[in-house]
């Protein structure tokens, strides 16, 4: 079965700082990688998702994402953040194999922005 | 936003009593899942569907149930609930398989 792991469970940053939540995932042929933000007290959210083509993923407010499969990796990348980008992130991954129609997620990376 | 909308927002309730929780959504999606959110855990599948009447297993399906009778409605049973089952309860749909999921606001339940 396809695991992830969030390598960070709190990242606090600078507001302008550059930032990297870290995102893992069990080996497999191929996969489906998606990243979901979490503001408070509110549902998830999608950010970006890989499902082929190009490595480097684009997302909504700024963020990316680069899948490297030989490290079965993907990390989520912003150049500059901002107080508003404070939330929780989470990373799943959807095994293709075997007809799975389920996402596995991380536990969650909260990223606090300070001033 | 996608339509979804969970049903209620919050409950509170005593152990032992029976609690249904309730996803709708108005995008004649064919799969529906209930996740459960918990500190340090994530989100773990409780239950999902891929079709009216057509439901499987996730993770930590024990002490829960499902039914999904039409397309747009799929309700989470809890049949006699328990301290451990207070959480915050997601509901999400897809379209296709292994296709991103839409989230709903969720339900805070608290069982005292």
């Known amino acids: 079965a396809q695991s992830v792991t969030q390598l960070d469970s709190q990242v606090p940053v600078f507001e302008e700082a550059p930032v990297e939540l870290r995102c893992n995932y069990s080996s497999s042929v191929s996969v489906y990688l998606f990243w979901y933000v979490q503001y408070p007290n509110q549902g998830l959210q999608l950010l970006l998702k890989?499902?082929?083509?190009?490595?480097l993923v684009k997302g909504i407010n700024g963020f990316e994402a680069e899948f490297n499969k030989s490290q079965t990796s993907f990390h989520l990348r912003k150049p500059s953040v901002h107080i508003s980008d404070t939330a929780e992130y989470f990373c799943?991954?959807?095994?293709?194999?075997?007809?799975?129609?389920?996402?596995?997620f991380g536990k969650g990376t909260k990223l606090t922005v300070n001033p | 936003d996608a339509g979804i909308t969970q049903s209620p927002r919050h409950k509170v309730t005593e152990t032992g009593t029976p609690v249904t929780l309730r996803c709708h959504q108005t995008?004649?999606?064919?799969?529906m899942y209930w996740y459960r959110q918990d500190p340090g855990h994530g989100l773990r599948l409780i239950h999902y569907?891929?079709?009216?009447?057509?439901?499987d297993k996730g993770e930590v399906s024990d002490g829960y149930s499902v039914s999904r009778s039409k397309t747009e409605d799929f309700l989470l049973t809890l049949e006699s609930a328990t301290s451990s089952q207070t959480s915050v309860y997601f509901c999400a749909i897809s379209g296709r398989m292994n296709q991103p999921q839409h989230f709903g606001d969720g339900t805070r339940l608290s069982i005292l």
């Open positions: 890989y499902l082929s083509g190009s490595t």
């Open positions: 569907s891929y079709g009216v009447k057509d439901t």
């Open positions: 799943a991954v959807s095994d293709q194999q075997g007809g799975s129609e389920k996402l596995v």
């Open positions: 995008e004649n999606h064919r799969y």
